[in-house]
């Protein structure tokens, strides 16, 4: 299973970012896919996930700002991110939580991380 995440760059405090992320390759089911952040020098950190139920999550960040939805029809999460801040800053990765078979237990799936910097 690979992840292709996109839709990073730079963006003035205040403003909007929309990132994407597909995933492609062997997979049977969707249990849950989301985005993580790792800004230099800390760990990485849950932003929010949407589960197949559609259940979300969102980190205390995040709520109010940003805004998770789920296609996995299409195997693709977005990620709204409305008035960014300069701590906002880090590289943003999506996570897939899934089978690529029914006998074989959930794994867990990273994509490449794609940069949102937030310049004040």
């Known amino acids: 299973v690979q992840l292709q995440a996109s839709g990073g760059g730079l963006v003035q405090s205040g403003g909007s970012r929309r990132l994407s992320c597909v995933a492609s390759?062997?997979?049977?089911?969707?249990?849950?896919m989301g985005w993580y952040r790792q800004a230099p020098g800390k760990p990485r950190e849950l932003v929010a996930l949407?589960?197949?139920?559609?259940?979300?999550q969102y980190a205390d960040f995040a709520k109010g700002r940003f805004t998770i939805s789920g296609d996995f029809a299409r195997n693709m999460v977005y990620l709204q991110m409305n008035n960014l801040r300069p701590e906002d800053t880090a590289a943003y990765y999506c996570?897939?939580?899934?089978?690529?078979?029914?006998?074989?237990?959930?794994?867990?799936?990273w994509g490449q991380g794609t940069q949102v910097t937030v310049s004040s």
């Open positions: 949407v589960t197949s139920g559609d259940r979300e």
């Open positions: 390759g062997k997979i049977y089911s969707i249990s849950s």
């Open positions: 996570n897939l939580e899934g089978r690529e078979r029914s006998y074989y237990g959930p794994q867990n799936y």
